[in-house]
């Protein structure tokens, strides 16, 4: 308790009276902690449930009870952006300090299946500045599930992959009361963390409450240039049950609750006075169903997402908007298994309706004019019915999976003011529309002693997304340029291949890993010189187009030696390229990236130096507004301890990010905002039982 | 309390429903109502007649007015049929006076409502005013009938009419027709007058009015897939396409040819040129 106070004291929060609820919620936590009867908590080790046939990857995200556990975590209290940062395959677009934007296999937003457990859920900002990676925290997750292309499919129609965030539960285990506490502060914004858990669980009914709150200051780049516009504040609650109607079935239910508030956006000319989501399913789980059939579960959801755009903080701005968009989302899936001898199946059918509704509103310099109004997002109600199914099957000496999606998709513009402004791009367009979308992909692994083999072939191709085929007037500041949706384009379809060779000796591990995407009716935005600008300051006009094809390549090579029991290295260096089929570079194309960890961990004390790097960009395009960015190292280190009383157990973890304090950016980086600069953070993670 | 407000109106609707049945077998003159829905602007009384001058207006406008006129006999209370009627706008300026471009007064399908319209140039202000000047036959008798008239500038003060000089070194009167503007595609048009003298304007046809319609406020954006306006035979009237991609404050540059493609009136929009000097203004 000692522990906590004096951090507290450390931070000011007791001494400021603002912070008074931030204490209540602290008392609460600790009087319910204190209620709590000790007992004796098998840890689960999180088991390596990734089927070897999958190149899939799973980034842990460590939890409160669990931090111990992972208290090899980097910086445990990092935002979740920072935490899929550290993976190996997702790279972040960063417009600022708050709401990353995921990319896999170099492919963003419309490109990729992002959800929560399962759940659908779209952004409500025009502007990509609320993906929904932001709706979420590390306080309610316990991992990410990372599936590269047409592996992802599963989750949804997908090109480039799905990003699967899977809800942390306690899931009956007997694990009765358990609360902790989470406090943590960084230097290089001035942020304050307060987190904290309380749940309670047994072999019948288990309740999870996680809460997280951030608030950070402009951050401060390389070399003490402070960041204008690039504070946020941010909290997060959720709660999730479960209930054991028998052995057999089980009914759960979860609720996130997520709202975002003055979040600043240094690259981009418009901040966010709010983005909030309500987040809340139910579900149903039955270990048998209909004879042979296992782990029956349907999931019933809703969502609903409001954000909205504010320039009121900016000193000087062409004209003053207000951009609000609402993104509602109803879904649902239902999936089984079977398992025969040979054969592991799993059916699926999962279906979802999304409503994105977006406006804008201009407000002239002559106070005499009236505003200026329009539909952004036109009341775009898709509906789209899906059908999934995966056979995993034994070969001699490895496995093949084959799986396959089908789905339709429906447009309906339901705004009549929405479907006249897009009728002027395109006269003969129609209110309604529908897709049929599909997927088929194999994957074969082989395995020679200590040698892996993975190896697939897909197809898959998606819709166009709200934006491309509905957008209306959309700025894009990275390239300066307007864009228009075309509700004509046709489905963006891929080819892929991929494969992995791993290597895996007692001591020592190597992976070489390669995928390319041959892409046709890429969509992407291309220059219109026949139409008008409608931002003041922008260059141009860009309307969504299909190219013939594009096609991308990723390689990557990682390698772990395990020096002592305690001491692991391991390194990784990835090669991307990305070109249309006239040969011009595609842009968010990652230069040559490298990256290097030591780690040390005994059972009470961790540290990490790391190293991240990148080579000097040399396929860029300054038509789609990238620059050549320049090359960069940066180091970070870490320290951490573990501390027990009784059955408490207090963490630690000190360290710095960005050591020397370089000025940087990176190619995901919009616009050249520069990366934060040294950065010391601390966290204190205490876990009652 | 809202479901009481709810209920009232719907008794109300049912009553009113249910007194129309009963009225209508009472003999209630139609003429009574049906320019029950338009304003009057004007009421000459004369030669024992009253006559009304209506419109879906306020006022009487510059540029484009759409006019009714009713005659009633007083000593009859009746209203007239049949009556031939002509009228004549005119402007009593200080040095001169000039009428403007009008239409034939004709009948409507409405009983005794007769219609036309009239472009005023200008607005009268309190040295020059405008006169109406209507010569009517009834039954073979003649009658006039003079009233002065308020013309006013439009309330929102927006341009709907232009009387320019043409390079031709004709004078010319380019007048939009009204419409109620919508972000989509709109249908537009104009009406295009030569000023032959004082007295005459007649109405010019197969010349070529280009658009360009722009934002001011927003940068001078401007919109996609316009048509320009061309000649309509059958109504006499230029008509064209006018995209508007946002609500606000539109200004319509205009550029007028005549059938040779000579540039009459008005410039393209360039980055140094930001408006024509022939235009429209719209705002909604």
Known sequence: ?689 | MKTSKHIIAVLLLISAFSSCNDDSDDPILPEEDVLETFNILATIDANGHEIGIYSEQQQFTIGYNELFIRIKEVASDTYVADADISWTPMMHMTEMMHSCPKSAVSKTDLNAVYKGFTIFQMPGNAEEYWELSLDYTIAGQSYNATERIEVKLPTDGKQRVSTFMGSDDSRYILAMMPMQPEVKVNDFSAMLFKMENMMTFPSVADYMISLDPRMPGMGNHSSPNNEDLSYDSSSGMYKGKLSLTMTGYWKINLKLMNDSGVVLKGEDITEENESSSLFFEIEF
């Open chain 1, 1 to 689: 308790m000692k522990t906590i106070c004096a951090v507290q004291r450390s931070f000011g929060w007791l001494s400021n009276p603002k912070t008074i609820p931030l204490q209540l919620g602290l008392v609460y936590y600790l009087f319910f902690s204190t209620m709590s009867q000790a007992q004796e908590t098998e840890l689960h080790l999180v088991q390596d449930s990734i089927i070897p046939i999958d190149l899939k990857e799973v980034v842990v995200i460590s939890s409160y009870k669990a931090a111990l556990e992972h208290r090899l975590q980097h910086k445990p209290l990092a935002t979740l952006d920072a935490y899929l940062e550290s993976s190996k395959k997702v790279t972040m677009i960063k417009r600022g300090a708050y709401a990353w934007e995921p990319m896999l296999n170099d492919m963003s937003s419309e490109r990729l299946s992002v959800t929560i457990d399962g759940m659908r859920i779209f952004g409500a900002c025009t502007d990509k500045m609320d993906p929904i990676t932001s709706y979420v925290d590390v306080s309610n997750l316990s991992e990410a599930h990372i599936s590269s292309g047409q592996q992802g499919s599963e989750q949804g129609a997908t090109i480039g992959g799905a990003l699967d965030l899977r809800l942390e539960k306690s899931n009956f285990k007997t694990t009765d009361w358990v609360g902790s506490l989470e406090m943590g502060g960084e230097s290089g914004n001035n942020a304050q963390i307060i987190g904290g858990e309380l749940n309670y669980s047994d072999e019948h009914f288990y309740i999870d409450t996680d809460v997280i709150y951030r608030k950070a200051e402009n951050y401060v780049a390389g070399g003490g240039t402070e960041i204008a516009f690039s504070q946020f504040e941010k909290y997060n609650i959720s709660t999730n049950a479960g209930f054991k109607i028998n052995d057999d079935q089980k009914l759960s239910a979860t609720f996130i609750f997520d709202e975002a508030r003055d979040v600043g956006y240094p690259a981009l000319p418009m901040d966010v006075s709010l983005a909030q989501a309500f987040i809340g399913s139910v579900s149903w789980h039955q270990d048998t169903f209909l004879g042979d059939f296992t782990d029956w579960e349907t999931k019933l959801y809703a969502n609903k997402v409001t954000h909205i755009m504010d320039d009121s903080q900016r000193p000087e701005v062409p004209i003053r908007m207000d951009m609000p968009g609402w993104s509602d989302t109803y879904g649902l899936f239902s999936q089984m298994r079977l398992k025969t001898k040979k054969h592991r199946f799993l059916i699926k059918i999962d279906g979802f309706y999304n409503r994105s509704l977006a406006e804008m509103t201009m407000y002239p310099n002559n106070p005499n004019e009236r505003e200026m109004f329009m539909l952004t997002w036109p009341d775009v109600r898709t509906l789209n019915s899906g059908f999934y199914a995966e056979d995993v099957f034994d070969l001699e000496e490895g496995s093949l999976k084959l799986s396959t999606r089908l789905a339709v998709q429906n447009f309906n513009v339901a705004d009549d003011f929405g479907l006249n402004s897009l009728r002027i791009f395109y006269p003969e367009m129609t209110r309604r529309q529908t897709r049929f979308l599909k997927s088929i992909a194999a994957q074969y692994h082989r395995s020679f002693k200590s040698i892996h083999f993975n190896g697939g072939l897909s197809y898959g191709d998606r819709a166009p997304s709200v934006s491309e085929g509905f957008g209306f007037y959309l700025f894009n500041s990275f390239d300066n340029h307007d864009y228009i949706g075309d509700p004509d384009l046709k489905n963006e379809k891929a080819m892929e291949a991929n494969a992995k060779l791993s290597l895996k000796e007692k001591r020592f591990k190597l992976e070489l890993e390669g995928n390319y995407f041959h892409i046709t009716d890429f969509i992407i935005g291309e220059i219109d010189s026949g139409l008008s600008v409608m931002t003041i300051g922008a260059e141009g006009v860009k309307t969504y187009q299909n190219l013939d094809s594009a096609d991308l390549y990723n390689i990557s090579l990682e390698t772990t030696y395990n020096i002592l029991p305690e001491l692991q290295w391991s390194g990784v260096v990835s090669y991307h390229r990305g070109t249309d089929n006239t040969g011009r570079n595609l842009p968010f194309i990652s230069p040559v990236a490298y990256g290097s960890n030591l780690q040390y961990s005994n059972k009470t004390i961790t540290g990490s130096l790391a190293m991240q790097g990148a080579g000097k960009q040399v396929n860029f395009n300054p038509v789609f507004g990238e620059d050549q960015t320049d090359a960069y190292t940066v180091f970070s280190l870490t320290v951490g301890k573990q501390f027990s009383f009784n059955q408490d157990k207090l963490y630690l973890k000190f360290g710095v990010e960005n050591l020397f304090d370089e000025f940087y950016s990176t190619y995901t980086d919009w616009r050249n905002i520069p990366r934060i600069g040294r950065n010391f953070f601390a966290t204190v993670s205490y876990a009652i039982n």
